[in-house]
């Protein structure tokens, strides 16, 4: 019996006048050789201060965080995932703009929302009590 996977593909659709670094990794995987795991690393240039030191760009960053909770994350390696996504998430920088996506058999945004959330003390509250139903 053949076990069928919802694979529904995640598409984040990213705008940059003048990406520095924009890299697109990718690795197979030699257990499961159909399979290919894939990594978008975008590194824009982040010019936030004018020549005075006053910030021109209201925000410290858009930042995704993608959570694999397929089957084999179970146990010890889930536990290091959420320990290190709570040290990320208290890290962010002021003014910071948030999402986060859970992988498995199908996928949820944080609040079941599609859009970035403001970085502020009740999201930080919010988040790592969501983390903790991982």
């Not at 590194?43 to 694999?68: A, H, Q």
């Not at 290091?80 to 996928?107: D, E, H, M, N, W």
């Not at 945004?109 to 859009?115: A, G, L, M, V």
Request: glycine share 4%.
């Amino acid at each position: 019996m053949k076990k069928v996977v919802n694979q529904r593909p995640i598409l984040i659709d990213y705008w940059l006048e003048s990406p520095e670094i924009l890299e697109l990794l990718y690795t197979k995987s030699e257990r499961y050789p159909d399979r290919i795991a894939t990594c978008l690393h975008i590194s824009p240039e982040l010019n936030l201060r004018d020549k005075v030191g006053e910030l021109v760009y209201p925000y410290g960053g858009f930042f995704i965080f993608l959570v694999d909770r397929t089957g084999s994350m179970k146990g010890q390696r889930l536990s290091v995932t959420k320990q290190a996504l709570r040290l990320l998430i208290k890290s962010l920088p002021k003014f910071s703009k948030v999402q986060i996506i859970c992988y498995g058999s199908y996928f949820t945004f944080f609040k079941n929302q599609s859009t970035f959330f403001d970085y502020t003390d009740n999201f930080v509250e919010q988040i790592l009590r969501e983390i903790e139903t991982y």
